[in-house]
């Protein structure tokens, strides 16, 4: 505003009019620096909207993180609980750490029960070797005792075995002339069919180490020479365990075909490096028999099989027709321990008395302790679907569990309604854990065909020690056919 110095000769409206106008650009000029702070302040909102809908985002995936995050972690301390006790992990993978049985202490003390027959080391009334130890002089007056006679003997005997070494026999075949001018020879012996060759005590002890005892060819080779000083190659080592197989192949098809027909047998299967690829090694067993096979897929099952058929719930296994099943309730025990101590359910504690009690009883009482199976599971299923997220619809950990034990309650209590059929199918997983430590040492096998020929050779020892046979024997038996 513009103002007119005292004694100025402008008008009075012209003075007014003047200062009006600078009012007025005045007040634009507010307008307009008002207008622009509005605009920076609607740009600053809009930057801020924008800002936060950004955040909003932001905090959306970290919800969506963290929540994965959680269940990453639950997992994680899952995976930690499990052990040989709630899970098929085996007591090798726990390190130094001692596994728990799952069986529950006995009132017995630990031990040789009373009245129980000892085994130790006896003398025997003929011994191999007699070393007679004099006394020729009185040890307290000096006397000679050369003419005294021999009142008793105090023996002692020492059980040891005899120097090793390697023992060669020789045969001679004649040969004479007839007076008719004709060379007659004697016949050698049908498995004398070379001018040198091994016998079959060490072709048997040849196939017990590396078979029985999984000493790989290398270290068998080391121990021959070690103990006998005989120089035998890898390549002899396997020759003699091809023509093995060839020998007991017949014995192990036979083996095969009365498991199959077989009341009861137990089936497992796992996998074994063959090649440098995976195969897999099939057992079917019982008590006195086994069977091995080795197949590049792992659901190649056998055929013509009817009875029972005690697994681990294997899904292919159902598709065996013509059998009744039975689960292997050592399974069940192990997960129902694991939703026990870390779910903290406890439908899976009352689930896993009552199969204890159950495998116990020498003749439980069925019809109520179906009833009892029943609300059990009806129980549990009723938690899973309270507990269910209705969002992801995910199943909580033991749901399939309890799937299993509602839709298949008849083969889980197989045991107890039909006598012959084990609580578990620890007959299968005892008799395939042997091959998992041939993998161990060894690392796999080369062909198929070594492969083929470890697990008949394997198959026909498991066999004869289920006989009470003697392994040594057997195998030397087998040779001389």
Not at 154 to 161: C, E, G, L, S, T
Request: with cysteine; charged share 25%; aromatic share 6%.
């Amino acid at each position: 505003m513009q103002v007119t110095p005292i004694g100025s000769k402008e008008p009075m409206y012209k003075r007014l009019f003047l200062g009006s106008v600078d009012r007025i650009k005045e007040i634009e000029e507010t307008l307009e620096k008002q207008i622009q702070i509005n605009r920076q302040q609607a740009a600053t909102i809009e930057q801020q909207a924008r800002i936060i809908e950004k955040q909003a985002a932001i905090i959306k995936g970290q919800a969506a993180t963290i929540q994965r995050l959680e269940t990453r972690v639950a997992e994680l301390e899952r995976m930690i609980g499990l052990n040989s006790r709630n899970s098929s992990k085996p007591p090798s993978s726990e390190g130094l750490r001692k596994p728990v049985s799952l069986r529950k202490l006995g009132v017995r003390p630990t031990g040789g029960q009373s009245g129980h027959k000892g085994c130790t080391l006896e003398q025997v009334e003929i011994p191999s070797i007699v070393i007679q130890h004099e006394t020729k002089v009185c040890e307290r007056c000096g006397e000679s005792l050369s003419d005294q006679p021999i009142s008793r003997y105090i023996k002692r005997q020492v059980f040891d075995i005899p120097e090793p070494t390697v023992e060669v026999t020789e045969h001679r075949a004649e040969v004479r002339v007839c007076t008719c001018g004709f060379l007659n020879q004697a016949k050698f012996p049908c498995e004398i069919g070379a001018p040198v060759q091994y016998g079959s005590r060490l072709k048997a002890l040849s196939v017990y180490l590396s078979n029985q005892q999984l000493i790989p060819e290398d270290r068998l080779q080391q121990t021959l020479e070690d103990l006998f000083n005989l120089s035998i190659s890898t390549a002899t080592i396997v020759k003699i365990n091809e023509r093995f197989s060839e020998k007991i192949k017949l014995h192990q098809e036979e083996v095969l075909s009365w498991l199959k027909d077989s009341e009861v047998k137990h089936l497992d299967e796992t996998g074994l490096r063959v090649g440098g690829k995976t195969h897999w090694l099939h057992v079917i067993c019982n008590d006195l028999m086994t069977h091995y096979r080795v197949s590049e897929k792992r659901g190649n099952l056998l055929q013509g099989i009817w009875g029972v058929m005690v697994h681990d719930h294997w899904k292919p296994y159902w598709k065996v027709p013509n059998v009744q099943h039975g689960l292997c309730n050592a399974h069940h025990l192990r997960e129902l321990k694991a939703l026990e101590e870390i779910e903290k359910e406890r439908w899976a504690f009352k689930m896993s008395k009552l199969l204890r009690i159950l495998c116990h009883a020498t003749a439980p009482p069925l019809d109520r302790a179906m009833r009892v199976y029943d609300k059990i599971v009806e129980a549990g299923l009723r938690l899973h679907e309270k507990q269910m997220d209705l969002r992801s619809r995910k199943k909580r950990i033991g749901h399939n569990l309890l799937l299993r034990l509602k839709n298949h309650k008849d083969e889980v209590l197989r045991f107890a309604t039909n006598p012959s059929v084990p609580f578990t199918n620890n007959q299968a997983e005892q008799d395939i854990r042997m091959m998992k430590v041939k993998q161990r040492i060894s690392g796999g096998f080369r062909t198929t065909a070594g492969a083929d020929i470890f697990c008949t050779i394997r198959g026909f020892l498991s066999t004869q020690r289920k006989q009470q046979q003697n392994l040594f024997q057997a195998i030397q038996l087998a040779i001389a056919r």
